[in-house]
């Protein structure tokens, strides 16, 4: 049997793995269940495999034949220290690397160039490649940070809804359609923030930059203000060395004309996806071991 | 066995109850765990009585003498629809009154005056009298407003100190502390405010004002921004005919001398708390009755 390179993708909704041939050449994809390694490291490790053998599954190869496989894998959380350490070891792969899910999502967006790429999805993380070191900002989760993604704009427009149903703000179109979805009744409204998810706030982030179109004032406002945070963040990690910009994520191709005309120079279309960055980089690890 | 009248004021934290002869002299107080009526309303009769018995134990009463009693409860969530009714229906009192705790505290700090008092505790409520009319704006919770109460304020001031680890913003003293806090360890922040709850924020929100009178550039910013809420939620509030404003709550002493000049001539220490301003509504309902 050849030897072959494996990509994966995973977070706390799941995770995807695809298996290439040592050339790249995509030969299967699968997926499966969460790998929250912070938080469940054991039923990570299974669901990584799980992925895992779907992609051979598909690719008719062999399930389980996990010591020809070179893999990278890209996972929220592996920055906390020991994590990415610590799964490492429990895979059975013949070499693996396991990585911030930021730093596979900026090998598919930009290749090999040095830039920045920034995650704007139900949260915001910037990426930032300059001379073969790679620096993350952001990330750090809804409560506390992320104000660019679209948990905080889904939750600000809540807030500022709720400014005008008490008659502190001017009602805007914007404002009337969230009452609207919320029947106009403020109590429905602290039902759903009480028990809501990032992602439950994050639905409501795509009406924002509709009514932007519309040059809706409030939403105006709401995404002055991110775009406000997003730049702020970009001035810190961005150099005039650093040529390539790509903003990814559900929101990234929304927010790209809302910067401000200083970085859409630099602004490219992302390349590929994370999972295409996962196995281009497992392909760099497969050629760095067959070298050594 | 004379007639007494009982002031109950209770929320999510806990129950506490003052029983007074008819005259409103105070005879003996109690306390018991929460009346939560919006999710619990069993569990809260149960403890409503618990701090009634408690104070009538500690007035030399005979406990469960309820049928001499005329009361007003002044509960979080009264203003609920159908919630206030049905414990209403459920209390054994011979005559009962189930408001909003933000009667009561309107009540006890600025007695029967046309004006304005904010709650500026955990979250941030605004209660507003006029000709006996009265409305309430605000204190829909931490997620989604109480912009100017310690909850969001102590958020606020970890966002803004991630983005200064971050090196997004400049560092100051106060980002520098509260960094500290956390021993300068960003995922230590994670994993706290993955569980913390609208107190456990609130918590640092006196070392904001505390930095503020060192004149912290970033103390400054919070404090600017949440009195500009408090002031925007005032105006909608307050008319030119209703003379007082009082602040109350943990926090409305230190917001005091911060708002605007404009406010100024209106702003009065508040009379009594919220127990005391169940207690006066609680007389006036049983002359109300007995004249009936």
Redesign the interface.
Known sequence: MADYILGVDGGGTGCRATIADTSGKVLGTGQAGPANIMTDMDTSVVNILSATDAALLAANLPVHSYSRITACLGLAGAN??GVAAQLQQALPFANSSVVSDGIIALQGAIGDADGVVVILGTGSVYISRRNNSVTM??G??F???D?GGGARLG?KL??ES??VH????KRTPLSSALLKHFDNE??A??RF??D?RPNDFGQFAPLVFEYAAQNDPLADKILKQSVETIE??LD?SMHDDQPVLSLIGGLGALYGPRLSVRYQPRLRTPQADALTGAVALAAKLYTQTAQS
Chains 1, 2 share one sequence.
């Open positions: 906390v220290s900002k952001g750090w989760g409560k506390v940070s104000l939750q809540i807030e709720l400014l008490d008659g502190i703000y403020p109590h409204i602290v923030a009480h809501a702020a963040a810190a």
